[in-house]
């Protein structure tokens, strides 16, 4: 799975169907399973943001890489390059639900620190190869890494 979500084609396809697939499979498990938890035993959270235009709560699963008692999430979007949606309503409104398995808990997000970023980027690689090759891709902007703090439990 890894190694297929990694390639160009395998990014192109995931970037544009994996959201929608993980969104009913994790309704219809009662949020306990999404492909890359199930295919390549990914920790996939969803997280609920604020819409910086719209107003509106969107959901987005992502991957969720460990950052000492918080949670990173890392704004790759497969490799492609536009800067996930996820990531400007973070920034207009830092207050997010993250969601995983069956625990629900507050957070607030933050934009990661330079010492933070490489640590996290390190951390992110050895869990999923396709970070590096996204990297590699992805050339006409940054790529944001988000810290999760959590607030106070739901």
């Known amino acids: 799975m890894q190694h297929i979500a990694a390639t160009r084609a395998g990014a192109w396809f995931f970037a544009r169907t994996l959201d929608d697939i993980d969104r009913a499979l994790l309704r219809l498990s009662r949020g306990q399973l999404t ?11 969803t997280v609920t943001t604020t819409g910086a235009r719209t107003g509106q709560r969107r959901s987005a699963p992502l991957i969720g890489v460990p950052a000492g008692d918080d949670i990173a999430v890392i704004g790759t979007s497969f490799g492609q390059s536009r800067t996930p949606g996820w990531y ?12 995983y398995r069956d625990k629900t808990v507050n957070a607030i ?5 330079d010492g933070e970023r490489q640590t996290i980027w390190e951390q992110a690689k050895t869990m999923y190869l396709g970070y590096q090759l996204y990297a590699s891709r992805i050339k006409n902007r ?13």
């Open 35 to 45: 492909v890359p938890g199930v295919l390549a035993g990914l920790p996939v959270l």
């Open 88 to 99: 400007h309503n973070m920034r207009a409104d830092p207050k997010v639900e993250v969601t």
């Open 109 to 113: 997000a933050r934009e990661a620190g």
């Open 142 to 154: 940054p790529i944001h890494i988000m810290i999760l703090s959590a607030s106070e439990p739901q």
